[in-house]
């Protein structure tokens, strides 16, 4: 027997190197050989929906007493919740689909999880060896499809090769820069009796992540930043994923700069923190994106200047010098050039910085950001996070989403799928802790909350877990409650239903003259946004549909109910719950910094433009 080795966390060196385990050589199938490799690794949960190619994988699945399988009702579930899994516990999560279209229906989610860099190892079923490449039933190229959006793939042919490649998957899921791994198994490779070894040894001659930061550039860094006289630190979510949030407060109270922390990054640096200014980019707060504006150093650690963030890029932080911090080094110079970078995982990169601060406060050097704070302190409090009330004493989006995050609290995880809600949800949820906060970030992909939520509260089942959906998101993927229900996997989902698809309504109010072309939903609010609909005419009525797939489902429309339905929902434990919060269609998302524009565009509400003055330019 095996021992029973921990899932890889990220930094693991390797999958196959925990607890020395004895040394196993034993005559198998294939797909014993997989689900056995499986268990070595220590995955524990696995989504997935079975098929003709990867049958034979399914059978060994029944048997194995370490490994749990959730049958989900659409392989872009099964993506999802293992991305949720993952963020959610640290650890690899792992889909498993047929081939042809079960194949392809990953491909959304893995693309997914290559531009969030989530881990996770996908196992696909691929029609027989003899059969590759010529068009056989159900075949899909699933490597190549998956080449751009995978961190690495695999195509195995010979059953030898299963424990080698599961054990190499899971460590390059992994380590360094973590991201998605394919591993494609022809259906003969299953079939055929090979040998199960373990443990393997790992051979990537071509694969060494750099961790540990060059000192020179650590001091170099360290130098500029006490050196400044209007600094940000800008966190991405690379922070979160190193583990390196500790090293990250000490090293922002140690200096007394102000932290802004990406979509991608929330919960990095508590919201609550005097020194956190919030979030930059096209939704982000006056402050944060204005300190980036006026900054003279950009300290940047694990964030990847993406195009949402910096808005026109030639316009992007003109006055700043910038040290950017990441393990992978592709990102450093791709977006913005960096006058100091660093290649290193986050923590070693914060750890070393913070000995290397205190060398320069040692030797006399301390940064005076005090003028800088002045500003700072002007611009949190002129230009602070809010909202309009919403007309006829209806439900605002975002007084919804304030009061779950008050009630349900920091403690709880929040998936949101893609749109206003997302927005507001990063905006009025106060997030204080690392991996509380689920959210397609580089994709923007619809859909994701409800599989996410479930993969997460599968992980972390004493956890609430809270999904704040739209309404058009919830009808591209909530047949997962489903499996939901029947899994014992009691997540909440707040679906804030304008009845449109309103991040797009809202482009059509603002750059289309109100020309609401397809964007109306009719499951919500009626047209005019004022007067609820006649009685049957959502289509689909949340509640119904919720409650035909073994939820409870429960409706909210008025603000003096808010805080009821909350708390009756968060006392429900035995089943997922829906609520279905109707909230009136124009509300708009602002601050905003419009596609294509200078963050110095920004607005702080429809056509209001912060006035700064131009003595820090
Ligand atoms: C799979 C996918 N299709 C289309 C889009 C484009 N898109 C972005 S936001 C959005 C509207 C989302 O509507 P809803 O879920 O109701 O959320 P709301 O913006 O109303 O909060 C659309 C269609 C997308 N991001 N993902």
Known sequence: MTEHAASPRRGDTTAAHAPAPQHVVET?????????????????????????????????????????????????????????????????????????????????????AYMDSVPMVAITGQVSSKAIGTDAFQEADICGITMPITKHNYLVTDPAEIPRVIAEAFHIAATGRPGPVLVDIAKD??????????????????????????????????????????????????????????ELRILAELTGAPVVTTLMALGAFPDSHPQHLGMPGMHGSVPAVTALQKADLLFTLGAR????????????????????????????????????????????????????????????????????????????????????????????????????????????????????????????????????????????????????AMGAKAGRPDTAVWAIDGDGCFQMTNQELATCALNDIPIKVAVINNGSLGMVRQWQTLFYNQRYSNTVLHAGPDHDGIAPPAQGTRIPDFVLLSEAMGCVGLRCERPEDLDAVIKQAMEINDRPVVIDFIVHQDAMVWPMVAAGTSNDEIQFAKGVRPDFGDDLD
């Open 305 to 452: 200047f993406d195009d949402r963030v910096t808005g026109k890029l030639d316009g992007f932080a003109p006055h700043a010098k910038v040290v950017h911090a990441d393990i992978d080094p592709a990102e450093i110079g791709k977006n913005r050039p960096a006058d100091v970078p660093i290649v290193g995982d986050a923590r070693e990169v914060l750890a070393d910085l913070i000995v290397a601060v205190q060398a320069e406060f040692d030797a006399g050097h301390k940064g005076d950001y005090s003028q800088w704070w002045e500003k700072l302190d002007e611009w949190k409090k002129t230009y602070p996070l809010g909202y309009e009330p919403a007309p006829g004493g209806r439900l605002s989006p975002q007084q919804v989403i304030e009061r779950i995050g008050r009630l349900v609290g920091p403690e709880a995880i929040y998936a949101a799928g893609v749109g206003q809600h997302q927005m507001w949800s990063s905006q009025f949820i106060r997030f204080e802790k690392p991996g509380t906060w689920l959210n397609s970030g580089g994709a923007g992909t619809m859909g994701y909350a409800v599989p996410a």
């Open 189 to 246: 490779a299953l079939q055929a009796t090979t040998t199960f070894r373990w443990p393997v040894e790992l051979s990537l001659p071509g694969y060494r992540p750099v961790t540990k930061p060059h000192a020179k550039q650590i001091r170099e860094a360290a130098k500029m930043l006490v050196g400044a006289k209007r600094p940000v630190l800008y966190v991405g979510g690379g922070v979160i994923k190193a583990q390196a949030t500790t």
């Open 28 to 112: 198998m199938t294939g797909a014993q050989s997989l689900i056995r490799s499986l268990e070595a690794v220590g995955a524990d949960t696995v989504f997935g929906i079975p098929g003709g190619a990867i049958l034979p994988a399914y059978d060994p699945l029944m048997d194995s007493a370490k490994v749990r399988h959730i049958l989900v009702r659409h392989e872009q579930g099964a993506g999802h919740a293992a991305t949720g899994y993952a963020q959610a516990t640290g650890r690899v999560g792992v889909c498993m689909a047929t081939s042809g279209p079960g194949a392809t229906n990953l491909v959304t989610p893995i693309a997914d």
